[in-house]
């Protein structure tokens, strides 16, 4: 969905439900983001968060690619028109450290 806060909803769902559904959306304290993870977070002023997310809401998640020494890289598209690589900081855990960002969605168990 073009709406992510659609399948972040779903997966914050899933996970909260404890459901067979293998997507589920954790925070960004809970967990550290793998390779085919996708990280969230919000957009536009929406002030979206784990706790508070519902469809409708602005925000965006992408794909992370590699996992380097307190960072991740990620790629994703639908901003600007344009495909990018965006590297965003963790810590030495490997927990991100970016605020704007609240959610880890994983297909598969923690």
């Keep these: ?3 992510h806060a659609i399948y972040i ?3 914050k769902r899933n996970r909260l439900e404890n459901n067979h559904n293998p997507f589920k959306a954790y925070r960004t304290n809970e967990v550290a983001p793998r390779v085919g993870d996708m990280v969230c977070k919000s957009r536009s002023g929406t002030q979206a968060t784990y706790d508070n997310i519902q469809p409708g809401m602005k925000t965006h998640c992408d794909i992370v ?3 380097r020494p307190n ?6 598209g639908n901003v600007s028109n344009s495909v990018s690589h965006t590297v965003v900081r963790t810590n030495p855990q490997g927990l991100i450290i970016a605020t704007s ?7 598969g168990n923690e």
């Design 1 to 3: 969905s073009g709406q």
């Design 9 to 11: 909803s779903a997966a």
């Design 65 to 67: 690619v590699e996992v």
């Design 71 to 76: 960072a991740i890289v990620t790629i994703g």
């Design 101 to 107: 960002y609240f959610a880890v969605i994983r297909v």
